[in-house]
């Protein structure tokens, strides 16, 4: 799994330069697979949380897809009028949307239209039976306050204290107020999508064909207004090998910062593969910013990484000499470290 712990001081600096020019507003961190790019960017994010270098306080989400990779279909394919390419665009976007609302609570962005479901706690149900009946007892006080001790047989007070009366007025007046409250707040987020009449029907939906995102432009800048995040980190986007994702998350990303609403400056940092993209300038058009990740591990020094997965174990350098031209991958050495640590214990004990 990435590290946060890395200190490589030429990364963290490139970061620093590109989050302090105002203009930079798409980052690419690029590197072959296992390269470290993850690594690379939670550790500075841990290092600018501890020591920060910039000059904005950050706040970064993140956002992974882990959707395994898979071949590229042809555009002219088609299901249902939509070829596989759209589809394939719409699937990422509706994850990249979903990522982002349940990483907050609701009542962070209690004006949101995206419904999820909610825990109510005992007490608040406590609270909100007491709060009716004190209601419902202040109103038949308040309209005969007479009848109401005859009901109940009280005889404590001939005459009704004065303060009574107002105790029941602010309950009511409270309770009144919060209902007003939640029912102003939904009329004010309603949307009206058709008016059915008898005879004609009036629809007030655009028809116009809108990407997710897009459909949801207003909730994604309501969203960054309420959060205040001014970073957002996408990882794993290249394993669907679409560009044209890259091409509307630059158009999301130009949107919000366009938004009067938002005064922070929001920036979209990519980790993705360097053969992502065939030619060089199709890579400076999507980014404003790149970072090259060198691997840690290569043919040279693969052998010394697996000799120190593997120390305290009579393991010949002949043979990891031999592995290191075909494994120089982080994730794969230390995979074959833990399988083989395993294995050897399993079987030192079947055989005692």
Known sequence: ???????NEVYFDALDAALANEDVTNIAVTGPYGSGKSSVIRSYLCAQKEHPTTSQ??????ISLVASEAPRKSPSHEKNGKTCEQLDLHTIEYEI?????????????????ISRIREIQRWRLWLYAISSVLTLGSIIYLYNPHAYFSWFNIS???TAPSWISILCLLICSLTLGYIIYKVARIIIGATIQKISLKVADIDLKNKTEKSVLNQHIDELIYLFQQTRWNLVVFEDLDRFNNENIFLKLKEINLLINNADSIRQRVVF?????????VLGKERTKFFDFIVPIIPFVDGNNADEIMR???AGYSISNKLCDILAYYV???????????????YRKKIFFMIL
């Open 156 to 158: 404590l007070f001939q």
């Open 308 to 310: 120190r997965g593997l």
């Open 1 to 7: 799994t990435p590290c946060s712990n890395l200190s």
């Open 97 to 113: 949307l979903e990522q982002l609302f349940f990483k907050i609570r609701e009542k962070d962005a209690p004006d949101s239209h």
């Open 328 to 342: 120089n991958d982080m994730r794969l050495i230390y995979n074959i470290c833990n399988e083989f640590k395993i």
């Open 269 to 277: 940092i990519y980790a993705v593969k360097d053969d992502l993209f």
């Open 57 to 62: 306080q950050l706040k970064p989400v993140s």
